[in-house]
């Protein structure tokens, strides 16, 4: 990728569990890529070394820096978190353990529940209620405050560097009983960070928002450590840019504001790399679209509708440890070039969830791994080049990958690479299923949408996926491998809102909705605005209210584009047509939005709203890229056999990314090789190279007929 | 040991059971005879006879258990 | 022979295994339509429902995993509908309802919807669904009539029925239904989710038909079928040959004090596997009865759970398995007798009596003690006084599970042989009028061993209503939840109340003179009153002797288990700290000893086991 001329550098790191991927672009059009090992005790080690080995001077002419980080994804996982304690309505103190009462597997009696951050003994019931209408029932009193106070000083006093959360029952309809707490505690406690649920997500069903407001106390002080680090580091080089990480919902955040809310970071490496695919999909011209990014170990699928990604309001950790916050709508699957191919007892094939990682890894990478994964079998079907994996800074064992595959192929009654390709076809089931969920689930037609894929692994397999679910075109972004990186470049900045409200549409309670939007649409901006990288920056105010019909549990949310919002973010202004005009097109949209989800509508059934939302959206400047200098003109073809099928090896073109030029086309089948991925083409498809410089992936002429 | 319809009328709602694992009769059931006793039994199909015999069998080298 | 059956001839199992994906993720999509779209809390909350693709013979092919509950009924239901309709009778826009348990249902509850596939005017498939309704009529707000002693009492019975004729709404049906449920609405909304997920389903089976043809895709359909046997065949052989027993009870059937016994024996021979309950009790005069299918469905589910998890759910699993009920006995319950407990409280009691005591012969490493093993349904009804709409609900409980091979029963969990969720408070106070005290776990009462039973949990509330109409249906108030291998008991059930400015709790069987402490209907409390109702925790697993003592300290340091049981039950000796322990009925919650002083005293508790082993002192 080769970027257009421009001031100043502009520089994203995505840090990953194995690489820590690098891209600048700076004057000239000059982009400068690395891919580095990962440091993941030290992360900011190997960020800095990526820095020095692209030659870029951090100390010039630097615009801004932002990165990706899964620092406090990692502390959640393996927990790594502060000491917690958490502030709970008396009566209640065992929410945390009491979860949800479901579990995971039907027939699985062995499963644990998840453990809590916050252990019951350091979990402080306060005698406080609200009601359901935000009426206080049994108000908070001063000596019970003092107690609280006191109680959460003796069970702190040892800790290294503890946090506090406070959840309360109904805190979403009245926050003031938390706000006093957190005021008291602010006073009492100096240094130790206080999360209020009606602050960190003011949203009904109390686990989801107190778990929501432990998680963000629990990886406090670590991210207010990572990014103290950072900062400090960024001004020992002498950077004088802007700084930023990228936020779960995609949008980029200078770094002190990253610390007073972390739990919005939790998915930053994840929003890099959708970022990028949304980014590429607007690039030629698609409207619809599914990004998958596949790497070693998983794959990351998300949607976007009318360009634009999909957001979601709830993400576990694990099972049974839920995030309500709006982040962008991922669903993770462990289907990556690392997954285990294996017999079950009923003797079917079964690929992953189990994962090679990185080490041993696949067998063909020599480093000890014996079972067969996904990478073996397309080595052994030709579709990798064992000589050139990495850009040729590691090359693959074909006879190991052939060895380890044997097994199998002799249990299946298979020819080994007929083994392989029912490898590839099962592992690509796992992916086609995760992708039709993503889709259906949300009342989308998948044969309508393109394929974005990228990641490591992606592009290996794009082109079989979009084949067997029929849908259009695959669309591979140039570096692949380091589109993740890329999005953190290309983010937009932005805060997203989203407040409970019910109230029934039919009634004259609905009154104050349009109201309440617009406070929320002041909020959003309100927050916005100081962080903004560039003061004069336009700010786009988006705002939408979930409703269901009265008696549904879930809801879908309706954009409300009815102009109320003044986009000059100074003044949110009242809607301009009466309240129940606002209220009778919202009910509109919603009988609209549930019929296409869902194949009917109600129109007698009362509408209730559920929750506002708002997002204050400041869009990033353009990176524009310059074509590649294509030199291919498949005069003197290098082919290699590739198996397209089970039985059918064929003679594929071996072509290298960067020779390929705007506007050339590639039919299939071929490999495109580059550094950080490669992307198989089968016969009956061509390649074309789009002025984005994206590969476009569709059924030649002769693969129509 | 046949096949026989179960010959209801439309307005009857009631249903049949089979004699052997108590699921349901409906359309059809299979008929044997038993070897003692010379009753006939109702049951769902053939591996239902079998499955008499075979508890029977089951009896004889382990009544009680 | 164990491991992997033999491979079947001419069949491509790579084909085979994709097509099972396509089948399960259509039921997927299904259930997801259905949970997005109900109205009542049980199934978009509780997600208490199952998704259906079926053959053309009514054969299930594949269903979403969400309530295993409802497997004998997704086994058997379509089938008997389609044989007793008459596949010439269906046509192609009909959707058919049904809800009888004497005909393949569970119990009045849970409605099921079919409707066929066409494909060029001829019959290629169907999908199906099941959900439970909240509120179906009968004696009692929430369906759930625990006095009933016939089925007449139990809500509206409904034999295979057309809800749509070729696209068309019936009518007449419709209305006779939604005239006799208490909450119309709701059931309107809810009957049109199950239709919505039924759409979808259409969609996504009309693809596959029009891939494969009807002939193709019902041939593989068969192959799926065949290998889902040859998954049970080989995992049933590789059991051990032998008959064996057990035999556990329901303790009363709500109008009497009699107790019933479920006596089970299981016969594996070879590849193929008997459930034969012909010892058990006649069937009750209350409504804890089985049908047929609620019997299957533990027996299997039992099974399932210990044997591979990963087994394809379909029509192929009943093969090499037989399961004898015969009609009459509490197994298998026959016209008129009332059956609304038997999915919830018969069906997890036969289930654990197979995997916990049965099969802990052959599997110990795979089996548990029992958890505390009733739904715990508590129903009410009654007019919102904040709006003045009539409501109905029902509610259920979660519960400590049993301590298994290698660690602890889980606390707060759904009763086994369902997964459904809780209703968070605050939805809950939204919707309905009262007002929760509390909602914890309930210390010290997880069955003691060396991996203990999961806690239960303690849920307080207030009528905040001028009148609230409740009933329960529920079990182990009597019996408590057994222990394994030497572990001990847990703890029982307690539904208390006490009446409004009281803060003294009697149970509802004292308080109104019940015949049964956890079953009863239409008691009526008034504004003020409060209901306590406390779930039982699971039994223990292993000799309570062997535990961990860093576990038991742990434990103390928690408050889950009192510093005096860990003396008394665990033989440990806690030394130093404040662990007070005794946390019990109206505990903080939290345990004392956290300051990380108190300590396990090695030598006094080596000393104060020997003595508990050997009994000298």
Redesign the interface.
């Known amino acids: 990728m080769i970027g257009t001329a421009g001031g100043s550098w502009r520089i994203g790191v995505d840090t990953g569990g194995t690489f820590t991927d690098l891209v600048a672009v700076g004057p000239g059009g000059d982009v400068r890529l690395q891919k580095v090992s990962s440091t993941p005790v030290e992360p900011a080690r190997a960020t800095f070394e990526a820095l020095e080995r692209s030659g870029v001077d951090p100390a010039g002419d630097v615009d801004s820096f932002v990165m990706g980080t899964t620092i406090a994804t990692n502390a959640l996982i393996q927990r790594r978190g502060a000491p917690t304690v958490l502030i709970t309505t008396a009566g209640f103190e065992d929410l945390l353990y009491i979860q949800r009462i479901d579990r995971q597997g039907l027939y699985d009696l062995q499963w644990v529940k998840a453990e809590p951050y916050v252990p019951r003994n350091r979990v402080v019931g306060v005698a406080e209620r609200v009601l359901a209408d935000g009426s206080v029932r049994t108000p908070l009193s001063d000596e019970e405050l003092a107690r609280v106070v006191e109680e959460v000083r003796r069970i702190t006093a040892h800790d290294d560097r503890p946090a506090v959360a406070v959840s309360l029952l109904f805190s979403y309809v009245n926050p003031s009983h938390e706000q006093a707490l957190s005021a008291a505690l602010a006073g009492a406690l100096e240094g130790v960070p206080v999360s209020i649920s009606s602050a960190v997500a003011p949203i009904w069903r109390e686990y989801e928002r107190s778990n929501t407001t432990v998680m963000d106390a629990y990886v406090k002080p670590i991210v207010r450590d990572f990014a103290g680090h950072l900062v400090r580091e960024l001004d020992e080089v002498g950077m004088q840019g802007w700084r930023g990480l990228l936020r779960s919902n995609g949008g980029q955040v200078a770094i002190p504001d990253s610390v007073s809310k972390p739990i919005e970071i939790v998915l930053s490496g994840l929003a890099a790399g959708m970022i990028s695919g949304a980014h590429f999909a607007g690039a030629v011209d698609t409207a619809k679209a599914v990004t998958l990014d596949m790497g070693g170990t998983s794959a990351d699928v998300g949607v976007i509708v009318d360009g634009e990604l999909q957001f979601s309001g709830l993400f576990e950790v694990e099972f049974g440890l839920p995030l309500a916050l709006p982040i962008l709508d991922v669903t993770t699957i462990g289907a990556g070039g690392g997954s285990i191919a294996s017999i079950d007892s009923g003797g079917l094939l079964k690929v992953g969830p189990q994962s090679a990682g990185a080490e041993p890894g696949p067998a063909c990478y020599g480093l000890g791994g014996e079972a067969p994964t996904v990478t073996d079998a397309n080595v052994v079907m030709g579709r990798l080049n064992p000589g050139y994996f990495l850009g040729g800074r590691m090359s693959l064992d074909a006879d190991r990958a052939q060895r380890a595959i044997a097994p199998l192929a002799d249990r299946l009654g298979l020819a080994p690479e007929d083994a392989a390709d029912a490898i590839v076809s099962v592992s690509i089931e796992n992916m086609d299923g995760a992708m039709r969920l993503v889709t259906v689930d949300r009342g989308l037609d998948y044969r309508e949408f393109d394929l974005v894929a990228y990641g490591g692994a992606g592009p290996l397999h794009a082109v079989e996926i979009a084949r067997r679910m029929g849908m259009n075109r695959v669309i591979v972004p140039p570096n692949p491998g380091l589109t993740s990186a890329y999005g953190t470049i290309i983010a937009d900045q932005r805060v997203d809102r989203r407040v409970t409200l019910v109230r029934r549409l039919d009634d004259s309670e609905s009154e104050d909705l349009p109201a309440a939007l617009g406070r929320l649409a002041d909020e959003v901006v309100a927050e916005l605005r100081p962080q903004l990288r560039r003061p004069e920056a336009p700010v786009n105010v988006t705002t939408y209210v979930a409703c269901r019909y009265l008696g549904q549990n879930y809801e879908q949310e309706i954009r409300t584009e009815f102009g109320h919002v003044d986009r000059s973010f100074e003044l949110a202004v009242p809607i301009g047509a009466t309240a129940a005009d606002f209220v009778a097109r919202l009910a509109d949209g919603y009988h609209a939005t549930h019929s296409a989800a869902y194949g009917y509508e109600m129109r007698d059934q009362p509408i209730q709203s559920v929750y506002l939302g708002a997002t204050a959206l400041s869009p990033a400047p353009d990176v524009a890229i310059r074509p590649y200098e294509g030199r291919y003109d498949g005069a003197q073809p290098v082919t290699r056999r590739v198996l397209a099928e089970a039985g059918h090896w064929v003679d594929a073109r071996i072509v290298n990314r960067d020779s390929l030029a705007v506007g050339a086309v590639l039919g299939g089948p071929a490999v495109i090789e580059e550094a950080d991925s490669t992307t198989w083409v089968p016969p009956g498809f061509e390649a074309a190279v789009h002025d984005s410089q994206c590969l476009i992936i569709a059924r030649s002429e002769e693969g129509r007929r | 040991m046949a096949w026989h319809d179960l010959d209801k009328s439309w307005h009857d ?3 049949d ?2 004699d ?5 009769l ?2 059809r059931y299979w008929s044997f005879v038993e070897p003692v006793g010379g009753e006939t039994r109702r049951c769902c199909d053939e ?2 006879e079998r ?1 008499f015999h ?2 029977r069998r ?1 009896e004889e080298s ?1 009544p009680g ?1 | 022979m164990t491991g992997t059956p033999p491979p079947m001839a001419g069949i491509d199992r790579v084909g085979l295994t994709l097509l099972y994906k396509r089948v399960r993720n259509i039921c997927d999509e299904m259930a997801f339509a259905m949970m997005r779209t109900a109205y009542s809390p049980i199934f978009s909350e509780g997600l208490d429902f199952s998704t259906l693709v079926l053959d053309r013979r009514g054969r299930l092919i594949a269903t979403a995993g969400i309530n295993p509950a409802m497997l004998g009924a997704s086994l ?1 239901a379509a089938t ?1 509908i389609i ?2 309709v ?1 596949p010439e009778n269906f046509a192609d826009g009909d959707v058919f309802v049904h809800n009888d348990p ?3 249902g569970s119990h009045l509850p849970e409605h099921m919807m079919v409707a066929p596939i066409y494909h060029d005017g001829e019959l290629a498939a169907f999908v199906g669904n099941i959900a439970h309704l909240a509120e179906i009529g009968g004696m009692a707000p929430g369906s759930f009539a625990a006095t009933a002693t016939d089925i007449f009492q139990e809500g509206l019975r409904i ?1 295979p029925t057309k809800l749509f004729d070729r696209g068309e709404p019936v009518r007449d049906i419709w209305r006779i239904m939604l005239a006799n449920h208490r909450t119309p609405d709701n059931s309107w909304g809810d009957l049109h989710a199950m239709l919505g997920s039924l759409r979808v389903g259409e969609r996504r089976v009309g693809g596959l038909i029009a891939e494969r043809g009807i002939e193709g895709l019902n041939e593989a359909f068969e192959q799926i079928l065949d290998y889902a046997e040859a998954y049970m065949r080989s995992e049933i052989a590789g059991l051990p040959d032998g ?1 064996y ?1 057990g035999e556990d009870c329901m303790e009363d059937d709500g109008v009497s004090d009699r107790s019933y016994w479920i006596r089970s ?1 299981i ?1 594996i021979e070879g590849d193929e596997l ?1 459930f ?1 309950y012909s010892r058990s009790d006649e069937q009750a005069i209350g409504p804890i009865n089985a049908p ?1 299918v609620v019997t299957l469905s533990a027996s299997l589910n039992g099974l399932l759970y210990v044997l591979a998890r990963d087994v394809p759910v379909n029509a192929g699993i009943v093969r090499p398995i ?6 009459g ?1 509490i ?2 319950v ?2 008129p007798g009332p059956c609304v407990g038997g999915q919830t409280e018969f069906q997890p009691r036969i289930m654990e009596l197979v995997l916990g005591q049965i099969l802990s012969q052959i599997l110990p490493e795979r089996a548990a003690a029992a958890s505390g093993n009733t739904s715990l349904n508590f129903l009410f009804g009654g007019t919102d006084p904040r709006n003045g709409e009539y409501y109905a609900h029902y509610h259920f409980e979660g519960m400590g599970w049993g301590g298994r091979a290698t660690s602890d029963g889980n606390s707060a969990q759904i009763v086994p042989h369902a997964n459904c969720r809780n209703t968070p408070v605050e939805i809950f106070e939204t919707k309905w009028p009262w007002v929760h005290e509390e909602y914890r776990l309930n210390d010290d009462t997880g069955g003691a061993g060396r991996n203990r039973g999961g806690l239960g949990v303690r849920r307080v509330m207030e009528v905040a209503g001028d009148v609230i109409t409740v009933s329960a249906l529920s079990e182990r108030m009597k019996r408590s939840p057994w222990g394994l291998f030497g572990g001990r008991d847990g703890s029982r059930t307690a539904l208390e109340v006490a009446p409004a400015g009281s803060e003294t709790y009697e149970t509802f069987q004292e308080a109104f003179g019940l015949v049964s402490p956890s079953k009863f209907a239409n008691i009526r409390l008034r504004r003020g009153d409060r209901v306590r109702i406390t779930s039982p925790s699971g039994g223990g697993y292993g000799d309570p002797l062997e535990r961990d003592p860093a576990k038991v300290l742990a434990d103390v340091e928690l408050g889950f288990v009192s510093r005096a049981s860990a003396e008394s039950v665990y033989g440990v000796v806690i030394a130093g700290g404040s662990a007070t322990g005794d946390s019990g009925q109206d505990g903080s919650g939290s345990g004392d000893g956290a300051a990380g002083d108190a300590a396990v005293d090695e030598a006094a508790t080596a000393e104060l086991r020997r003595v508990m082993r050997d009994g000298v002192a």
Do not use: F, H, M, Q
Request: proline residues 4%; hydrophobic residues 40%.
């Open positions: 709602t009631t249903v059971y089979c052997v694992c108590g699921n349901l409906i359309a591996s239902c499955l075979r508890l089951i382990a258990s | 058997y008997w044989r007793e008459g004497y005909r393949g034999p008959i027993t024996r016969i008997i034969d047929y037989k399961v004898v009920a015969p009609a006995t197994t298998c026959r016209l």
